[in-house]
């Protein structure tokens, strides 16, 4: 009986999304869409919460599903906030919390991977590398780096873009290496500096995703100052909020633009590996 009325939830809400996408547009239907309903058990979900940053705070961390329903509106739609809801809803069923995914066949297939990968008990982790390379924006652009955009970038054409940051009195930072578990963000900090305030300083968050086997996607928050206390809670203001998708030996980066300085953030993947979650401690 349980099963029958969780079935017939499930296909009123499916059914109600096909209506709202069909009514969007009367003169250009819609592209056709695939559709996945993808349960999130208890179990696997308690796996990825988080204990609150600081009790006293009363700031409840966000909760699993609805970070990974966030991530993947990101990546299947971009900053298109009303389709990413269309995209990709939380619901529930009596086998436990589920994600509602209506995209494309590609998107549908990522979403049941990351939900599979998730589901290992050693899930995919990623060594990473974050630089932030500071120069003229007038340079930035003729190396044809559009604000905001995430592009692929070689260690030939990173190292040139160093060069020319270098013969321009631009500026190189190697932020720390870190290894990144999936839902477990991570904060990282440029170097403090004499003579800039620490409202100036500028400071990276991240979390990442396991896509398959050999994918991940990294949702990043850059900000000058404070972060949220709470690591879960996505910041007021940013620079850049990207969210890139590397493969073991692949590097992506994104420009920042701040009057006529650019500021370019680079992440690498330097190793995939499987192994056991660390402590909701250790983040």
Do not use: W
């Not at 590609?106 to 995919?124: F, G, N, S």
């Not at 991570?186 to 995703?209: K, N």
């Amino acid at each position: 009986m349980g099963t029958t009325r969780c079935a017939a939830v499930l296909l009123v809400l499916v059914g109600a999304a096909f209506a709202q996408e069909g009514g969007k547009d009367k003169e250009a239907p819609p592209a056709k869409r695939a559709t996945r309903v993808l349960v999130l058990e208890p179990s696997v979900l308690q796996r990825y919460e988080l204990p609150p940053a600081d009790p006293k705070a009363e700031i409840e961390p966000v909760e699993v599903g609805e970070r990974l329903a966030a991530t993947l509106r990101l990546m299947f739609c971009g900053e298109d906030v009303a389709a990413g809801a269309r995209a990709v809803r939380t619901a529930r069923s009596t086998r436990g919390p589920a994600l509602l995914v209506m995209s494309t066949a590609e998107d549908v297939a990522v979403a049941q991977a990351v939900t599979e990968q998730l589901r290992k008990e050693e899930p995919l982790q990623a060594r990473l590398q974050v630089s932030l390379v500071a120069l003229p924006l007038s340079l930035a652009r003729e190396s044809g780096l559009e604000k905001g955009v995430a592009v692929p970038v070689d260690e030939a054409k990173l190292q040139a873009l160093m060069r020319l940051a270098a013969k321009h009195a631009g500026e190189l930072r190697n932020l720390p290496e870190v290894t990144a578990s999936p839902l477990r963000p991570f904060d990282l900090a440029a170097a403090a500096r004499d003579g800039v305030p620490e409202a100036q300083r500028l400071r990276v968050r991240g979390e990442m995703l396991p896509i398959g086997a050999a994918e991940v996607a990294v949702r990043v928050h850059m900000v000058r100052g404070a972060l949220p206390a709470e690591p879960t809670c996505t910041p007021d203001k940013a620079l850049l909020q990207p969210i890139v998708r590397l493969e073991a030996g692949k590097a992506v980066m994104v420009m920042a633009v701040e009057g006529e300085v650019a500021t370019v953030l680079v992440v690498r993947c330097v190793e995939l590996a499987n192994a056991p979650l660390p402590p909701p401690d250790k983040r």
